[in-house]
Structure formats: structure tokens, C-alpha cells
């Protein structure tokens, strides 16, 4: 049981890296620079 236990802490902290890694990955900034600026793109309602 002890051993389960573990390799599900190493997959979720795996995941958990595999996501932060994605979000600050150098080839992502650009688009989500683009992304953050949607809200004032729109016109006034």
C-alpha cells in the first residue's frame, strides 16, 4: 500500500511540473500576452 501511495505523489508532483513547465514555456508567451489582452479588445457595451 505503501508503494501505491508513492507512485501516485510522484505522478500528480510529475503532472503538476508538466503543467508548470507547459504555462512558462518561452514559446507560449506571445500567445498568451495576445490572450491576456481579449477583455479590452471588444468594443464598449
Request: aromatic share 16%; proline share 4%; no cysteine.
Amino acid at each position: 500500500m505503501e508503494t501505491i501511495r508513492s507512485l501516485m505523489t510522484l505522478a500528480a508532483f510529475s503532472s503538476f511540473i508538466g503543467i508548470v513547465w507547459w504555462a512558462y514555456a518561452p514559446a507560449r508567451k506571445d500567445r498568451f500576452e495576445k490572450d491576456s489582452l481579449m477583455p479590452f479588445d471588444g468594443e464598449d457595451r
